[in-house]
């Protein structure tokens, strides 16, 4: 089976992408290469911006995932007008000429981010999205783009996924575990500006495997799909990493508090996915941290550009007047 993974040289497809070619997939990638090209060499790579695309280009593709665009809030604020062409209206164009090329099933990363700042209920795919971002505003914009494209013939997966982390060949430190296992090996001090918001935390491979249930799913299931491996506290997230740190690299941590305002606090009901996909998420904050001590040595160059999307965001994109 052919799949076209649009965004794939990122940091979820660069986890993704082995585990297809070991089911045996035929992948080809498309990317602009921001953060560079760590896919194993048997993947077809294309450099190329998913606007250059034409219905020629994705025929004889089964499945088209969307794994691109900006992937954080401080990108999209940093040029909100880039992030609506590139997280709404890219998979809105990708989608369409997916199902007009007679592909069968397109993939959308979108983000539980749509859910903006809710007070304590566990949001499902139900709930009221709304969110006051361009991060969020265009992820949903994204989503309700491709999703209204799914018909009998074109079934459309569209996920919303909670933070990621863990280690992938392609690797990021500006997401909340992540972030904070890097801050607690430099400064011994793991900062928490907020311990009572809730995030949504993705394992990498608990992403994957997300990623081969929908493709591997029956032809005629599309939908919404909250993603996550569990919902946690940000005040958790610090004392599981802090634990993690001690426990396996024998570092001591201290733990500093803030009580700043954020603009986004959710958690997310899987059952759906469970359900529907037969999504039974494997990891948690602890087994993400014995993760990333086991994969150490390859991101030790911490302050490695590559590895903040925002720093390399900022040396491609002239910042916008609306930004400030
Ligand atoms: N990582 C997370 O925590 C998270 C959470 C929720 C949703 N998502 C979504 O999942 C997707 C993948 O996230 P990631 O962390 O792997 O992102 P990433 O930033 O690591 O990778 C994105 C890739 O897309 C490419 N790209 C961007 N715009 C493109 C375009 N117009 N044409 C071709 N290539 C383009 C970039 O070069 C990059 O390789 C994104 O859509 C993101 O919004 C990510």
């Not at 998913?50 to 219905?55: C, G, K, M, P, T």
């Not at 060949?169 to 997401?175: F, K, N, Q, V």
């Given at each position: 089976m052919k799949i076209l993974i649009a965004g794939g040289a990122g940091y979820i497809g660069s986890v993704l992408i082995p585990k297809l070619l070991e089911r045996g997939y035929d992948v080809s990638v498309i990317d602009l290469f921001w953060f560079g090209n760590h896919l194993p060499g048997e993947v077809s790579v294309l450099r190329k911006d998913?606007?250059?695309?034409?219905?020629g280009d994705v025929k004889g593709y089964e499945t088209v995932i969307f794994l691109a665009g900006l992937s954080n809030d401080p990108m999209a604020e940093f040029s909100p007008s880039k992030n609506f062409v590139y997280n709404a209206a890219a998979p809105a164009y990708l989608g369409y000429i997916a199902k007009k090329g007679g592909v069968h099933r397109f993939i959308y990363a979108g983000s539980?981010?749509?859910?903006g700042y809710t007070v304590n209920e566990l949001y499902d795919e139900t709930s009221p999205a709304v969110s006051n971002y361009p991060y969020g505003i265009s992820k949903l914009q994204g989503e309700q783009a491709v999703i209204q494209m799914k018909d009998k013939d074109f079934s459309v997966i569209a996920f919303r996924q909670g933070t990621v982390s863990g280690y992938s060949?392609?690797?990021?430190?500006?997401?909340v575990v992540n972030t904070m296992f890097k801050t607690a090996l430099i400064e011994k001090t793991i900062t928490v500006n907020n311990p009572s918001i809730w995030r949504p935390v993705l394992g990498i491979q608990d992403a994957a495997s997300a990623y081969i249930r929908a493709i591997e799913a029956n032809g005629d299931i599309s939908g919404i799909f909250n993603i996550a491996s569990g919902n946690y506290t940000v005040g958790e997230i610090g004392d599981l990493v802090r634990n993690g740190i001690r426990e396996h690299l024998k570092i001591d941590v201290r733990l500093a508090i803030n009580h700043i305002q954020d603009y986004r606090n959710y958690k997310v009901s899987i059952d759906k996915a469970r359900k529907v996909l037969s999504f039974h998420p494997k990891q948690d904050v602890e087994s993400i941290v014995k993760d990333l001590v086991a994969n150490l040595d390859k991101f030790k160059?911490?302050?490695?550009?590559?590895?903040y999307n925002i720093q390399v965001f900022r040396t491609l994109e002239k910042p916008e007047k609306t930004a400030k």
């Open positions: 998913i606007f250059d695309l034409e219905v539980c981010s749509v859910y060949p392609r690797m990021r430190l500006d997401l160059d911490f302050d490695n550009p590559r590895y």
